[in-house]
């Protein structure tokens, strides 16, 4: 078989670390019998663990938007329950597939964000994630008051989020230029807050990280097109200072922060 060269332009790095793909498997908590959707399968090294700990009655869905890559898997990785579709993750139909799937993947740096709030948001949302990303990003999504950011306000609004091991770059090929980490994230069972208008909830959101080293006050008078005496107000019956900035808010706050700004 002949050798696939990783492509620069899809952020393509091979991972062949066994103990890696199998902490990547372990925080996926991927069991017999589940519906796995692994994305950017490339070589298949986490295929085949994959297709393993899903047992004869499991199903492990690739999607691989490199064509040559989802042509070659197929004879790497040899197994009934494997199915390879040539797709983009981003616009994947997740609805059609059965509840209670599982993703997990080790995806190139520059789509975590954007499939993260896909996921998250989707209408079939997976039970678990495990993803193996850039090491900052990673404390990034799972970070608390104090650092968080729109990104760990998304994501943890609807799923639990975990570090576990950190994957050193020298154990990929080629190497990128930083460590990578796994992050393991489980859907909350019941929604963190009742009758939330996400819309609205996000807009307040947006507008507190527009300018973020700016102090609240600021931001969300720009964002929200309102004075900064009325947003005074409605940090202030919020319980929080006008002058905190948006990282240093928990979920609790900006939902505080949001049932002020639905009620005026």
């Known amino acids: 078989m002949h050798e696939i060269v990783p492509k620069k332009s899809l952020g393509q790095h091979w991972l062949d670390d066994e103990t890696s793909l199998q902490a990547m498997v372990t ?4 069991r017999p019998g589940d519906v796995v959707i692994e994305i950017g399968p490339g070589l298949g090294t986490l295929t085949k663990y994959l297709v393993e700990a899903v047992g004869e009655t499991g199903n492990v869905i690739a999607l691989e938007y490199d064509q040559d890559l989802a042509a070659a898997l197929p004879k790497r990785v040899s197994a ?3 199915q390879v579709m040539y797709a983009d993750c981003l616009t994947f139909g997740y609805g059609s597939l059965p509840a209670g799937y599982k993703v997990v993947a080790n995806i190139p740096y520059y789509l975590t964000s954007n499939l993260l709030r896909v996921l998250a948001e989707s209408s079939n949302p997976p039970s678990s994630i495990a993803l193996l990303v850039q090491k900052e990003v990673a404390q990034r999504v ?10 760990s306000v998304s994501v943890q609004l609807y799923y639990e989020a975990t570090l576990d091991a950190v994957v050193s770059a020298s154990l990929f090929t080629p190497p990128p230029k930083v460590d990578s980490q796994i992050i393991g994230l489980v859907r909350r069972q019941q929604p963190l807050f009742a009758d939330l208008d996400t819309k609205l909830f996000f807009r307040i959101v947006k507008a507190g990280f527009s300018q973020r080293r700016k102090k609240l006050r600021s931001s969300l008078s720009a964002g929200l097109h309102i004075s900064k005496e009325e947003v005074s107000s409605l940090l202030v019956d919020s319980e929080i200072s006008p002058d905190a900035r948006p990282q240093e808010l928990s979920l609790q706050q900006w939902h505080q922060l949001y049932l002020r700004v639905a009620q005026s």
Request: glycine content about 18%; hydrophobic content about 45%; aromatic content about 0%.
């Open 142 to 151: 799972a970070a608390g008051p104090g650092s968080m950011s729109l990104l």
């Open 27 to 30: 925080v996926g908590d991927v």
């Open 80 to 82: 009934d329950t494997l």
